[in-house]
């Protein structure tokens, strides 16, 4: 099994310093070794992750960010998956980690699901209890990177002409963008009164999946803050205030937010060249769970979708973009991720999510089978990146060799120890993916 951990740190690494597109590569060379592992993440087997399975026989510590040592002993922040219906608290399960000599940051909704800490060897014994259905580390996220209107078709979805807004345009539609942030001052993002931007709330979730937002210091231990996190209450209330970026400088030092933000709902009829998106009049909510540099962590993804769901009919939230993706080895079926998006699923919200960057080797060949979490969700709109050769005709189009291509290859190793691929029919549809023009968060109008 240690011949898995050597990836795990490459993938980690390699994401940090150059970006996701090698880093996924490397994934599914690890998925490929994680075939004949007896002890891999699975539906009816072992319920650690693989990943984590591979950190915890590793004989040091490696460097990845959701495994460290403190005082000489090795801890790991997680994600434990309860298969408890009746206590939405997981009182039993929360005193266990904390007597395990961990701590717990977040108790979820959209997933039955707790943020946790927790000394790796202890993470079998917690595995091993019947109200828990699987144990997943804290991993990586990243993002995965008008003529627009004609290419889509849009203008034949609208009343008027061109530009004018009328008729199918978003209005009065919510979008939550998870994302690097929006910048809300930009001329993309106005009304229709041409002052008042339409990003009506912004949110940052970074950090709030760990011991950051509640107030203890990171890698500690005993501390539970789920306790008192619920509505109405004091905890709740501090915890909105903490997360609340609204009026506060909302800089997108990445950008990648804002231009997703702009195809979705800008509004770029003032420039020569039209940028206007898709529903240039649906207000749009600032959910920040990535850093300057394009990457976050799961637990914060998690977060930002209890928030979604907890507001989305006090926003009329109708739509949830995530142009992000996380390194899983696991089955959609288990993964914390996409379980989480199936839950705003459920709750009524279209979910919308990137197929990926990783459908070319770097020999310039087609790669299939590079679709990431939470693409690899069956309900979800997985979206694949079409080059439109900078035409309105769709006779022209063709799929960007660098688009993710299906089917999906997550998985888990049945009780047998033969491993199950999920093997679903992935993107759902393509859509013009480069040489788009959208909004720079450098800029006021660029």
């Known amino acids: ?25 490397l994934l599914f060379l690890v998925a490929a070794l994680c075939s004949g592992m007896a002890q891999a993440q699975s539906a009816g087997g072992s319920k650690v992750a ?35 219906t009746t206590d939405p608290d997981l009182v039993s399960l929360r005193a266990a980690v904390m007597s395990a000599g ?17 000394p790796v060897n202890q993470v079998y014994n917690l595995a091993a ?36 807004w009328t008729g199918l345009d978003g209005s009065g539609v919510g979008i939550a963008v998870l994302d690097s942030g929006i910048a809300a001052n930009h001329l993309n993002f106005v009304g229709a009164n041409g002052s008042t931007s339409r990003v009506l709330k912004a949110v940052d979730f970074q950090k709030a999946g760990d011991a950051t937002l509640v107030g203890a210091k990171d890698w500690t231990t005993g501390v539970d803050a789920s306790a008192a996190l619920y509505p109405g209450s004091k905890t ?12 506060l400088d909302r800089t997108d030092y990445y950008g990648h937010g804002s231009h997703v933000a702009s195809i979705s709902a800008g509004r770029g009829g003032y420039q020569a060249t039209d940028s206007t998106g898709i529903a240039p009049r ?22 930002a979708i209890d928030w979604v769901i907890y507001h989305a009919k006090e926003y009329n939230i109708r739509v949830m973009n995530l142009s992000l993706a996380a390194d899983s080895t696991e089955t959609y079926l288990t993964d914390p991720l996409c379980r989480a998006v199936r839950s705003a ?34 309900s979800v709109i997985t979206v ?57 968060a450098t800029g006021k109008d660029a």
Do not use: C, H
């Open 102 to 118: 961990g701590s717990v940051y977040m108790n979820y909704v959209s997933v039955r699901a707790l943020s946790v800490m927790l």
């Open 384 to 440: 694949g990146s079409a080059n439109i050769k900078g035409t309105a005709a769709r006779s022209d189009d063709t799929v960007n060799f660098f688009s993710s291509r299906g089917p999906t290859r997550s998985s888990y190793v049945d009780t047998s120890g033969v491993r199950r691929i999920d093997n679903l029919l992935k993107p759902d549809l393509v859509a013009p993916g480069n040489k788009l023009v959208g909004a720079a």
């Open 236 to 247: 709740m209330a501090n915890y909105e205030a903490k997360i609340n970026a609204s009026g």
């Open 129 to 164: 209890r019947s109200d828990v259905q699987g144990i997943s580390p804290n991993r990586l996220t990243a993002r995965t990177a008008s003529l627009l209107e004609l290419a889509t078709g849009t203008t034949t979805q609208r009343t008027g002409s061109g530009t004018t």
């Open 1 to 25: 099994m240690n011949t898995l951990l050597p990836f795990i740190v490459l993938i980690e690494r390699r994401a940090l310093r150059r970006g996701m597109a090698l880093a996924m590569s």
């Open 282 to 303: 649906a207000n749009l909510y600032d959910v920040k769970v990535l850093d300057g540099q394009g990457f976050g962590q799961l637990s914060d993804v998690l977060a």
């Open 50 to 84: 693989a990943d984590l399975a591979a950190m915890i026989a590793a004989p040091t510590t490696p460097v990845i960010s959701w495994a460290k040592d403190v005082n000489g002993i090795r801890y790991v922040k997680a994600l434990v998956i309860s298969s408890n």
């Open 345 to 378: 699923a459920a709750a009524g919200i279209t979910v919308v999510v990137a197929a990926g960057n990783f459908g070319q080797a770097t020999n310039g060949a087609e790669r299939f089978g590079t679709i990431s979490a939470p693409g690899n969700d069956p």
